[in-house]
């Protein structure tokens, strides 16, 4: 999915602002005549079932957007995980003259030929979130083999002394998400050194929750209820569905997620899941508009992105890079990091069944 060394301040990812702002001036002079739109930023999501996307990616981007541009505005849509639907998305944009495109890609292989076709009429991709294929502008996303790293770290802690005689069940994300063989491969170097096996691990197509429950469910027929002790899931939503499928077998074993979902913090403070992996969207959202904005002025990306990455086929080499870091929570990191950061407020998490185990937590 190493001991998490530095948390990423929210307002880190203001940098260089001002040339942003400055760049941004020129916004009013109006669209070149036949040669694409320059107040104009597309903006293509991949699905709507993990909650994060809807309720802060997209709101974080376009306000940041409209704040270092005021008059540009931000077409959007979102895929809802087909990947023919994107490309129509895709191309329309093209079409229309957009010149600079966010791309949060369904399935990163099949961005290629777009993505190509795109950058030889000069339009500026940037991969956001995952690394999709074809000559990509920039990108921004997560150091992934470290979140694989963190949640295997947090698995082994929540097993505790058990951890070297334990069985292990991994319901991984997406195949067709850059950034699941990374989270797998992460956790992978930490689980084989560190629990006794992997029992049982499958991959889940569109990062469904109602299939994770299914696989926890033929995990649980294959091994039975006590042929294994914990349960690695991909992200926050998947760990709802196979903590539900436990339930149903009364099986109460140490699950952790990805992503901070609320559902995933009110089944931490109740004691369903062990820990989740918390990584700041707001600083991501906000350098991916930083850099969209610039590009679209024609500005250079330096300053605002520190590394450079290379495609998962190796065929684009060197892509300007902006990876945030990410950090475990568990219900004792809740009030320092998720409240702190004001991702939810105390009020938001804090309902019904929850309201007992945020006062026992001291979260008020």
């Not at 077998?249 to 992503?259: F, Y």
Request: aromatic content about 6%; charged content about 25%; overall charge positive.
């Amino acid at each position: 999915m190493n001991v998490w060394t530095r948390r990423v301040v929210i307002g880190t990812a203001a940098v260089s602002m001002a040339l942003s702002v400055a760049a941004c001036g020129k916004a009013g002079d109006g669209a070149k005549g036949g040669g694409g739109d320059d107040k104009t930023i597309g903006l293509l999501l991949p699905e709507n079932k993990t909650t994060r996307y809807e309720t802060f990616d997209r709101p974080l981007m376009e306000a940041k957007i409209k704040e270092l541009c005021s008059d540009c505005t931000v077409k959007y849509n979102n895929a809802a995980q087909e990947t023919e639907t994107q490309k129509k998305q895709f191309d329309a944009l093209i079409t229309q003259g957009v010149k600079v495109i966010i791309l949060d890609a369904v399935d990163y292989k099949a961005t290629k030929s777009w993505v190509n076709q795109a950058a030889k009429k000069g339009v500026k991709v940037i991969a956001y979130d995952r690394l999709a294929e074809g000559n990509i502008s920039a990108y921004v996303s997560y150091d992934n083999e470290k979140i694989g790293r963190l949640q295997g770290e947090a698995l082994v802690k929540a097993l505790g002394d058990k951890a070297k005689d334990s069985n292990v069940v991994m319901i991984n994300g997406s195949p067709t998400d850059p950034n699941m063989p990374f989270f797998k491969k992460g956790a992978h170097s930490v689980l084989d050194k560190q629990v006794k096996k992997i029992a049982y691990e499958q991959d889940i197509p569109d990062w469904s929750p109602d299939e994770a429950n299914r696989k926890m469910g033929a995990a649980l027929d294959s091994l039975g209820k006590d042929g294994f002790q914990g349960v690695y899931s991909g992200n926050d939503g998947m760990a709802g569905g196979i903590i539900t499928a436990l339930k149903q077998k009364g099986v109460k074993v140490p699950v952790g997620g990805q992503d901070a979902e609320l559902a995933g913090l009110q089944r931490i403070l109740k004691g369903e899941q062990a820990f989740t992996i918390y990584k700041q969207i707001k600083p991501q959202a906000d350098s991916t508009a930083e850099i969209a904005v610039k590009l679209l002025k024609g500005g250079k990306i330096d300053s605002l992105t520190d590394a450079k990455v290379d495609s998962l086929s190796g065929e684009v080499k060197g892509i300007p890079a902006k990876l945030y870091d990410a950090q475990i929570v568990t219900k004792d990191d809740i009030a320092s990091t998720i409240l702190k950061d004001k991702v939810y407020k105390a009020s938001q998490i804090c309902t019904g069944d929850v309201k007992k185990a945020c006062e026992a937590a001291g979260i008020k």
